[in-house]
């Protein structure tokens, strides 16, 4: 079926209360906290063989596990803070491969001053191991920066470069764009629209463009590419965890005049609903 049937299935009928601002279908849930702040809700998983090998350096595994979701939270324009890691592991795997897996993941957290609060452990009946992090974090209130909130008319952007992100490796050690999210909250430059992307640029621009009841134009010949990789790996590999972002022209011309944590490129704009076809990125559940 795909992930994004199998998701529609599932989340038909969610439970909820009058604390969930933002429920399924963004890149974090959103709940009310404060008169200063909402809370940011995100967990992200990643497993043997699909988001690492098993030669993968274990200390790599546990900074990408968080990683992740720390992408998620920059996608939001938020700020990380606590994290509850879950690991499933068969017993015949070393103690300290789990050792340099969490040096990994405590690296990290202290980097973007995350506490690691706790979590779960379980064997699994098959060789194998999965980490599960749930992470929360805060944005300004009625700050978060959605999916659903471009307009036709907004310039489309991404940061830094995209495509070979398993060959390179980089999918392993990137580092999730919290300090240039947080620079365009803080200064003005909110986008209308943000995600991270993980699936690649086929997959998760019509995602952005579907939530906000949208088309999109790309110019392909705009798209940064990393050396050696063709406007199709930035299209499909997935794993950049680079920031896709939409503004209003005014903000999108103000970006060009100033200096930025990271470069941010346009690569097309917003249009009333189309069918244009990238390609296909990396879907789960997806033959």
């Known amino acids: 079926m795909g992930e994004n049937a199998v998701l529609q299935r599932l989340?038909?009928?969610?439970?909820?209360?009058?604390?969930?601002?933002?429920?399924?279908?963004?890149?974090?849930?959103?709940?009310?906290?404060?008169?200063?702040?909402?809370?940011l809700l995100k967990t992200d998983v990643v497993v043997e063989?699909?988001?690492?090998?098993?030669?993968?350096?274990?200390?790599?595994?546990?900074?990408?596990?968080?990683?992740?979701?720390?992408?998620?939270?920059?996608?939001?324009?938020?700020?990380?803070?606590?994290?509850?890691?879950?690991?499933?592991?068969?017993?015949?795997?070393?103690?300290?491969?789990?050792?340099?897996?969490?040096?990994?993941?405590?690296?990290?957290?202290?980097?973007y001053g995350i506490s690691l609060a706790g979590g779960e452990t379980s064997s699994l009946p098959t060789?194998?191991?999965?980490?599960?992090?749930?992470?929360?974090g805060r944005v300004e209130r009625g700050m978060a920066v959605l999916r659903s909130g471009a307009h036709v008319g907004d310039i489309l952007c991404v940061s830094g470069l995209l495509g070979g992100s398993f060959p390179s490796e980089r999918h392993l050690t990137f580092e999730p764009r919290i300090r240039l999210a947080r620079f365009l909250m803080e200064n003005a430059l909110r986008p209308s629209a943000m995600m991270d992307l993980s699936d690649g640029l086929a997959t998760d621009l019509p995602r952005l463009a579907e939530a906000s009841g949208c088309g999109y134009e790309l110019t392909p010949e705009t798209i940064p590419c990393h050396p050696g990789c063709s406007i199709k790996n930035a299209l499909t590999d997935g794993e950049d965890y680079e920031?896709?972002?939409?503004?209003?022209?005014?903000?999108?011309?103000?970006?060009?005049?100033?200096?930025?944590?990271?470069?941010?490129?346009?690569?097309?704009?917003?249009?009333p609903r189309n069918r244009e076809n990238l390609g296909r990125g990396w879907q789960h559940f997806s033959a």
């Open 11 to 39: 989340l038909r009928r969610m439970p909820t209360n009058e604390k969930l601002i933002i429920g399924p279908g963004d890149d974090c849930a959103v709940v009310t906290r404060n008169e200063e702040w909402d809370t």
């Open 49 to 111: 063989s699909v988001h690492f090998t098993p030669e993968t350096p274990p200390e790599l595994i546990g900074r990408k596990a968080l990683a992740r979701a720390v992408s998620d939270i920059a996608a939001m324009g938020g700020i990380p803070e606590h994290a509850l890691v879950t690991l499933l592991v068969h017993p015949s795997r070393p103690v300290e491969l789990l050792e340099q897996l969490y040096s990994g993941l405590h690296r990290l957290a202290e980097s």
């Open 127 to 136: 060789d194998g191991l999965v980490i599960n992090v749930a992470l929360t």
């Open 243 to 271: 920031l896709l972002m939409t503004f209003p022209p005014e903000t999108a011309q103000r970006l060009s005049l100033i200096d930025l944590p990271i470069s941010i490129t346009s690569i097309g704009k917003i249009v």
